[in-house]
């Protein structure tokens, strides 16, 4: 931990959901590995690495090249999509310590999402793991309000609106460092928590943040 946050005069708070809450970083990984097991296709060794960084039109783009796909691009996209829908509704699990964090806090504090992803595959997770009731909103960048991500302050101040509070009181908990840094700008009190898909950003996310943890396992809301 990096110093004290006062949650006393905290009247809300904004989490993500990706690389924060849930532990999402296995099927970004092996998304590619899953849609080819269905076709019954072995993936090459390293293709999670490989396709990690690549858009879902690269991808799908890639895998109809090198494995001679006779599915369209389209069919691809869709088959990948399909597989990381049902990740969420039916595998992604919390990161260590987050079920207790979530609930701790919206016992204090009303709580919103804001997150780049999917809302109906969110609700899904946060249902499967009983942690939707403690959300007040849920809000996303593709809400026709926002439609812009995380390099923009749009969705942390509409997410703080949601639950009637100000920036200045509201904590931010994200893993990200450009949501950090965006959301630190605007004035909100950051929280970071690490995920390996930052991992070289941590140094600099521990020098903007207000506090940052490497877990939120056995963290006390009152000593953050």
């Known amino acids: 931990m990096k110093k004290k ?3 006393n005069g905290l009247t809300g708070a904004v989490l993500d959901v990706d690389g924060t809450l ?3 970083m296995p099927i970004w990984h092996d998304v590619g590995a899953r849609v080819l097991s269905t076709l019954g ?3 090459e060794p390293g293709l999670g690495e490989l396709l990690f960084d690549m858009t879902l039109d690269q991808s799908s783009a890639y895998l109809k090249e090198h494995y ?4 369209s691009i389209d069919a691809i996209q869709q088959a990948i999509l399909n597989e990381i829908a049902a990740f969420y509704r039916k595998e992604a699990p919390l990161k260590p310590g987050a079920l207790n964090f979530v609930q701790t806090l919206a016992a ?4 919103a999402v804001a997150s780049v992803g999917d809302r109906a595959l969110i609700r899904a997770a946060f249902s499967r793991l009983n942690i939707l009731d403690c959300f007040a909103a849920i809000l996303t960048d593709q809400d026709p309000a926002i439609r812009a991500g995380k390099s923009s302050p749009k969705i942390f101040l509409a ?3 949601a639950i009637h509070s100000k920036p ?3 904590l931010v908990v994200e893993d990200n460092l450009t949501a950090l840094t965006t959301a630190h700008t605007a004035g909100f009190p950051t929280l970071a928590v690490y995920d390996p898909a930052n991992q070289s950003d941590w140094p600099q996310i521990v020098c903007i943040t207000d506090a940052a943890v490497r877990s939120l396992e056995g963290v006390c809301l009152n000593q953050i």
């Open 5 to 7: 946050i006062n949650l």
């Open 22 to 24: 849930l532990d999402t």
């Open 41 to 43: 296709i072995t993936p």
């Open 68 to 71: 001679r796909l006779s599915l």
């Open 108 to 111: 204090q504090m009303p709580l």
């Open 159 to 161: 997410a703080a609106e």
């Open 168 to 170: 200045s009181s509201t």
